[in-house]
């Protein structure tokens, strides 16, 4: 069966440097997303993607982030420069359209640990 | 405020036991109400989805109800087995909204021998 994947499951780095968190979508899916859980917290909507660009983010996603499709398979969060505050579970996850009864299907997200 | 509030927070039921989860949204207008479950560590996984005609859906052990009316939502799960354990969320979706779903903050169920 078909399923998101995303690396690293586990990304620890210093405050203030790079990082960029790597999804692979169902390959048939047109809609990308990215969410974050902070520990002990509610999963948070961060942006939409489709058609190489974004559809909608929230007021987490401010200049810090940004997402890209670089080859058509990939799909990347990058976040510039990490704070404390981003420590969380970051999940990817795809849908093949928009629509009512459109299922997301998740990843199993990326740990991030930010020291 | 679009939001969705989740009870019990937490709750442990032996194994073989059914359980009721509650769930009431103020996420308006309401497009679709969705029950996941997300085992530890990892991502959700889609149980069911209900717009705001459909007022049951079952899957398998699980049957979820919808009253939209009054917002509330249940998640039924009936003869509960150990692998049952994890964290049920219930999620809505806002006509309009995309496909950005709001989530609540869930109830961590706990299947015991």
């Known amino acids: 069966e078909p399923e998101v994947t995303q690396t690293p499951s586990h990304q620890v780095t210093q405050m203030g440097q790079e990082v960029i968190l790597r999804c692979v979508p169902i390959?048939?899916?047109?809609?990308f997303y990215w969410y974050r859980q902070i520990l002990g917290q509610k999963v948070e909507f961060l942006v939409s993607?489709?058609?190489?660009?974004?559809?909608?983010k929230s007021e987490i996603f401010d200049d810090q982030f940004s997402v890209e499709r670089p080859d058509g398979s990939n799909f990347t969060l990058k976040i510039r420069s990490t704070k404390l505050e981003d420590s969380a579970m970051y999940f990817c996850?795809?849908?093949?359209?928009?629509?009512?009864?459109?299922?997301?299907?998740f990843g199993p997200g990326t740990r991030l640990t930010v020291l | 405020k679009n939001q969705v509030e989740q009870s019990p927070q937490s709750l442990i039921i032996l194994e073989g036991k059914n359980c009721t989860l509650q769930?009431?949204?103020?996420?308006?207008?309401?497009?679709?109400l969705r029950w996941y479950k997300q085992d530890t560590g990892r991502g959700p996984v889609s149980l069911t989805i209900?717009?705001?005609?459909?007022n049951t859906k079952s899957n398998g052990r699980y049957t979820a109800t919808l009253d939209a009316d009054t917002k509330q939502s249940s998640l039924h799960i009936t003869a509960s087995q150990l692998s049952d354990s994890a964290s049920y969320i219930c999620v809505v979706t806002r006509t309009g909204g995309g496909n950005k779903l709001t989530f609540g903050t869930g109830t961590q169920l706990k299947v015991e021998l």
């Open positions: 996850a795809s849908s093949e359209e928009q629509g009512t009864h459109n299922e997301q299907f």
């Open positions: 390959s048939n899916h047109l809609y």
């Open positions: 769930c009431n949204y103020t996420v308006s207008p309401f497009s679709n």
């Open positions: 993607f489709y058609n190489n660009e974004i559809s909608e």
């Open positions: 209900m717009t705001f005609s459909e």
